[in-house]
C-alpha cells in the first residue's frame, strides 16, 4: 500500500505516530476517448481563450470568482498562512456512539497503522475504544484542507473516515415530491411489508455481492479481443402488478418458499371510439385479386370498422 499521509493521533496528552493508507479503491471499468480516424487517443489542453494558445503549469494561478468575471487572486503564500498548526495531526475531539451518526455523513475510508515508535500506543487507544464500544470524533488536514473525521475500529485495525460537515448535507426538505411523514396506511399493508422484510434479513456477507456489469463488461472485453461475436442479454420478462396488496403477497409467497395463488388478470376495456358497432347486414367480403394481397382477418376487420365511421360521419343530419 502506498502511504497517503504521515502524521500523529493527538489523545489527550498522547501522541501515536501513525501513517495514513487509502482503504478503498474503484474497480470500474474506464475507457479512453479516441480519434476516430486514427485511434489516437484525444489530448486535453488547458487553452487560454484570450491570448488563444496553450498554457503551462507554471502560468496558472488561483482565482475566486466572487462575481461573473471578477476574481480575488489566491496564492500559494495566502494559503500558508491559514493552514492549521495540526497538519500533522489527527485531533481527537470527542467520542461518540457509531449510531448516532448517519452513514449519510461518511465520505472517504483510511486505514491508520503505527509508525515505529507507536505500536504500544496504537495497540492502548485500540483496545479501549474495543471496550467502550465509542467512535472518535477527530479533525485532520490534508492536502491543505481541513477535515472532520471519525476514527473507528475495522476488524484489529484503526480506520479513519473523513465526514462531511453539517452544512454539506442537504436538508431533507429541498427532495421534491416527498409523501408526507403521516401519509394513512392500510394496516394489513404494512404487516405484510414488515413480514417481507423479516423474511429477506440475513446477515450481512460482503462477499455475495457482485457488480454483475463490471463482470459482464470485462468478458465482453476479452471476447472482442479474442474476435468474437458478442451476444445480446436476454430480455427480462415483465411482470404485470396488480396493486401493492397483491404484490406485497406475491413478495412474500416467495420469500417464504410457496407458490401463490395464480392472480387472473382481466384483459383492458377496449375504448368506447374503438369498438365496431354491430350491423345489421353484414357485408360479403370481396373475392382478393391476384393483383392485391390477401388481407388478414384482423385488417378486414379493422377497414370494414374504418369504413362505417367515415359512412356515418358523412351522413348528414
Not at 436538508?171 to 396506511?185: F, R, S
Not at 394489513?188 to 462477499?207: R, Y
Not at 390477401?294 to 376487420?301: D, F, L, N, V
Request: with cysteine; aromatic share 6%.
Amino acid at each position: 500500500m502506498h502511504t497517503v499521509w504521515k502524521g500523529s493521533i493527538s489523545f489527550g496528552l498522547v501522541n501515536i505516530p501513525v501513517r495514513m493508507f487509502t482503504a478503498t479503491e474503484e474497480r470500474d471499468i474506464r475507457f479512453r476517448q479516441l480519434h476516430k480516424e486514427c485511434n489516437t487517443p484525444i489530448k486535453y489542453t488547458k487553452m487560454c481563450p484570450h491570448c488563444q494558445r496553450e498554457v503551462d503549469a507554471s502560468e496558472i494561478v488561483r482565482g475566486y470568482e466572487y462575481e461573473k468575471g471578477h476574481f480575488v487572486m489566491i496564492n500559494d503564500e495566502d494559503l500558508e498562512a491559514i493552514t492549521p498548526e495540526t497538519r500533522r495531526a489527527i485531533e481527537i475531539l470527542d467520542f461518540v456512539d457509531l449510531s448516532e451518526i448517519d452513514p449519510v455523513y461518511f465520505d472517504k475510508s483510511y486505514f491508520l497503522s503505527p509508525q515505529d515508535t507507536g505500536e504500544k500506543a496504537y495497540a492502548l487507544l485500540r483496545a479501549a475504544m474495543g471496550q467502550t464500544g465509542k467512535i472518535a470524533i477527530a479533525q485532520v488536514t490534508m492536502r491543505n484542507r481541513q477535515s472532520l473525521a471519525v476514527i473507528r475500529l475495522y476488524e484489529h485495525c484503526m480506520m479513519l473516515e473523513t465526514i462531511f460537515y453539517p452544512d454539506e448535507v442537504r436538508p431533507v426538505n429541498q427532495v421534491p415530491a416527498l409523501p408526507e411523514a403521516t401519509i394513512p396506511l392500510a394496516e394489513n399493508e404494512l404487516k405484510m411489508a414488515t413480514e417481507l422484510i423479516g423474511n429477506m434479513t440475513v446477515p450481512f456477507d460482503p462477499a455475495k455481492y457482485t457488480d454483475e456489469y463490471r463482470s459482464e463488461l470485462q468478458k465482453m472485453i476479452e471476447k472482442k479481443l479474442e474476435g468474437q461475436e458478442i451476444a445480446t442479454a436476454p430480455t427480462v420478462a415483465r411482470t404485470n402488478v396488480i396493486d401493492l396488496m397483491q404484490a406485497l403477497k406475491e413478495s412474500l409467497a416467495s420469500t417464504a418458499g410457496t407458490s401463490p395463488n395464480p392472480v387472473k388478470i382481466e384483459p383492458e376495456p377496449t375504448p368506447a371510439a374503438a369498438k365496431p358497432k354491430p350491423s345489421r347486414k353484414r357485408a360479403t367480403p370481396a373475392e382478393p385479386t391476384a393483383a392485391a394481397p390477401k388481407q388478414m382477418p384482423a385488417q378486414s376487420e379493422a377497414m370494414t370498422t374504418t369504413k362505417k365511421l367515415r359512412r356515418k360521419k358523412a351522413t348528414p343530419v
